[in-house]
């Protein structure tokens, strides 16, 4: 293997290139042929580009070596639209009083910059590491979106080559108040549903000639808004049914609906699924006449608390940042659940994120570099164990 003549780039010059390109979903704006240019000469390239989605996946040039242990970082390069009331452009990417500021710093070019600094100057400091490790990154430009032609479709594509990962580390924001705080090793699965309870139009001075569904739904509400129809367990939070929307009627003020529709979310613990939610929800409604619709949107998964990925991954916040991740399944989802449906192990690990998808985005400095040394110890720690 050459070694590279250049020593790896610095992450916060990665992190500033990556936000001044508008990378809103699913566009990729060129950043993929940059990104394959500092990754040269240790990785080969599979890209793919399927109903507007860019997929990259670099893969380091020793995979012909199927025995060694796999290691893959995972990240999407999309972002959502910036939006109105940006006090500076949110794709100039702006270092300004310890922090970068522009759409994406924190969700998740911060991450993307980490791991792949992390890795060119793991690679740049152990010439060797290749003859004991597979390393590769994954990346998207259709993770904000729906995803179906992004992570879960070159998962698919790599499992076909035989270069399915051991072992995933997918850079989200993850933390809480500094990076390092916070290893999220699930997540909840997603259930969006519909009722729609039917009644009969009238006019409100001749209430009996009505039937009305508010009037109906009534007291039943109550055993539906908030309700947890579970008690989760010590990994995941019990599953709620949060109402998000109710509406019936012609906004006027003399005439019944006939018709009252209800949309809801559950983020569900593994005790509870579509069945389950469709038993509770007819016992609830039932007498009543009324269809209901549901969809599991994303499934849930859990990376158990025992696997080596964990234990480096602590070991190395330990060393760099003197300190013991909590381990948490709370929030929304991620691309993780494409590798953990697949019995991959997998984590997710990044800086803060108070200010996702919010305007005036920004991350502080130290969490991205942070976030860079725990990986580069990561790779240290699993190079280490792999040797020995």
């Known amino acids: 293997m050459t070694k590279s003549s250049n020593k790896p780039m610095d992450c916060i010059t990665l992190l500033q290139k990556l936000i001044n390109a508008p990378t809103i ?45 796999h290691i893959c970082f995972a990240g999407h390069i999309d972002v959502v639209p910036a939006g109105d009331g940006w006090e500076s452009d949110p794709f100039c990417a702006k270092h300004q009083d310890g ?8 969700d998740m070019k911060s991450g993307i910059s980490a791991f792949v600094c992390a890795v060119l100057a793991f ?71 519909v009722i729609k309870i039917f009644g009969k139009q009238g006019h409100v001075a001749y209430p009996k000639q009505c039937i009305n569904p508010i009037e109906l739904l ?6 539906l808004a908030g309700v947890n129809l579970d008690d989760g367990d010590e990994d995941f939070a019990p599953s709620k049914l949060v109402i998000t929307d109710i509406r019936a009627g012609m906004e006027v003020v003399n005439v019944t609906p006939s018709e009252l529709k209800i949309l809801f979310n559950v983020r569900n613990a593994p ?47 330990s060393s760099v940042c003197g300190k013991e ?51 580069i110890r990561f790779l240290e720690v699993l190079l280490a164990n792999s040797i020995g």
């Open 25 to 69: 979903t699913p566009q990729e704006c060129g950043i993929y042929s940059f990104l394959k240019e500092l990754l040269n000469p240790y990785f080969s390239f599979i890209e793919q580009d399927t109903n507007g989605v860019k997929n990259l996946f670099a893969y380091s040039k020793n995979f012909k070596k199927d025995k060694l242990p």
């Open 99 to 106: 922090y970068i500021y522009g759409r994406g710093s924190q």
């Open 123 to 193: 690679l740049y400091r152990y010439e060797n590491a290749l003859d004991f490790l597979r390393i590769s990154l994954l990346l998207t430009s259709d993770e904000e979106g729906d995803g179906t032609y992004g992570t879960q479709h070159m998962l698919g594509l790599l499992e076909q080559k035989g270069f399915l990962p051991d072992m995933v580390i997918v850079a989200e924001p993850t933390a809480s108040k500094t990076c390092g705080d916070v290893i999220k090793i699930g997540r909840r699965g997603s259930i969006n549903g």
């Open 218 to 223: 009534g007291s039943r509400l109550g055993k």
């Open 271 to 317: 005790q509870s699924n579509v069945d389950s939610v469709e038993k509770y929800i007819k016992e609830v409604l039932e007498g009543l006449e009324f269809d209901l619709e549901l969809k599991q949107s994303s499934v849930g998964f859990i990376t158990h608390k025992h696997t080596k990925l964990l234990a480096y991954l602590q070991e190395s916040i």
């Open 325 to 375: 991740a909590c381990l948490s399944t709370s929030g929304g989802t991620s691309d993780a659940r494409f590798f953990g449906l697949r019995g991959i192990d997998v984590v997710e690990i990044g800086v803060p994120n108070d200010r996702i998808h919010a305007i005036n985005e920004r991350v502080k400095v130290s969490d991205v570099q942070s976030l860079e040394r725990i990986f």
